[in-house]
Structures are given as structure tokens and as C-alpha cells.
């Protein structure tokens, strides 16, 4: 049973370009969520979603930011017109149906840098 | 606003020694907590969970302590070892995550 998979896990931007991180949840999990870790920082929660719904993006900045877990294939973080700033390690994790929130099974993450 | 803290963002032990990691949390109506560890160049991965309405969790080396009238919890990891060294995280409700204390183990 294949766990989390991301990727790219690496990925390298200049500045003003899209970057897309995509996440496949472990099979049987319809929950996944992304977060963020800067260097030396603790993750910070950006959105969960389940098959086709957000279910809260409180985390996600307004601006350039968004995701997708369509009904076929991983889901899609998406970031538009990069900056430095958004340099970090995503990660993405996935939880079956009954956990709603609570143990989360963690990808490697993807990192990317933004020239 | 709702907020899970660490105490002390790196701690040293000797092997073999047990260590404490502590965490704060400031949502009285947290009911659910997680103890995650990061290995460097790695995702989290589940180490323990508490709920509300326990006190004290043991498992396998590691005991996870909450104290809900102070807001405080912590990890215990019993006759630490090389391999345990790595970022401890704790989350509530898996959603919220406190900066992180990093575990070095001296041989």
C-alpha cells in the first residue's frame, strides 16, 4: 500500500512563473490536506479539501493561491506569479473518511525554490 | 486566537536518558492532540494522539501527558535513542501546528 506520494520533490521557479504541486493521497483516503514549513518553522495549515470541495482554506493567502482535489487524479496546489517569499517545503497529507481532521498521514513534500 | 506553542525550540539528551517535550495550547475547547516527529529531509509521521478525556496515553517508549486545566501537554520518549533524534511536533486536531523542538541525542 503505496503511501503519500508528491511530487515534484523539487521544484525550482523564477520569479513571476506558476508553480504546481501535485499530491496523491494513500488509496482509500478522500481527505487530504496541503500545508507549508519554512526553514526551522513548524508546518502552518493552508486548505483541506475532500473530492471536489474545499472544506477550509483559512490557511490559504487570498492572492495567487489556490488547490483542487478533483473527482479523478491527485490534488492540485497551485501558485501563480511566484515570489521569493513562497520559497518553502509543501507538504500534503491525506486521511480516510472517518478521521476527518485528526491523523494525518504525511507526504515527503515538495520544495521549491523561487529564483 | 487559537495558537499551539513550544516551550524550547532545541534539547539535548544523552542516550539512554528519557526526554520531555512540552507544548502549550490556548483553545480550551481543543478536544484532540497529536505528537508528530520530522525527521530532517522528511514529511511528519504520527507518533501518538490524546483526547480530552484522558489524562495520560502510553505507548511504545513514548507517554503523552495533558494537563487541560493548565493547557499544557506533553511527550515523554523513554530511554531516548540515536534514532530518535528529529523535530517533535505537536498539533490539535491535526490541524494547528507548534513551532517544532528539535531532539538531539548524544551518544
Known sequence: NAGVMQNPRHLVRRRGQEARLRCSPMKGHSHVYWYRQLPEEGLKFMVYLQKENIIDESGMPKERFSAEFPKEGPSILRIQQVVRGDSAAYFCASSPPSAQGHEQFFGPGTRLTVL | ?107
Not at chain 2, 535513542?81 to 523542538?101: I, M, N, R
Request: hydrophobic share 35%; with cysteine; net charge positive.
Open chain 2, 1 to 107: 486566537g487559537e495558537s499551539v506553542g513550544l516551550h524550547l525550540p532545541t534539547l539535548s539528551v544523552q542516550e539512554g536518558d528519557n526526554s520531555i517535550i512540552n507544548c502549550a495550547y490556548s483553545n480550551s475547547a481543543s478536544d484532540y492532540f497529536i505528537w508528530y516527529k520530522q525527521e530532517s529531509g522528511k514529511g511528519p509521521q504520527f507518533i501518538i494522539d490524546i483526547r480530552s478525556n484522558m489524562d495520560k496515553r502510553q505507548g511504545q517508549r513514548v507517554t503523552v501527558l495533558l494537563n487541560k486545566t493548565v493547557k499544557h501537554l506533553s511527550l515523554q520518549i523513554a530511554a531516548t535513542q540515536p534514532g530518535d533524534s528529529a523535530v517533535y511536533f505537536c498539533a490539535e486536531k491535526g490541524l494547528v501546528f507548534g513551532k517544532g523542538t528539535r531532539l538531539s541525542v548524544i551518544a
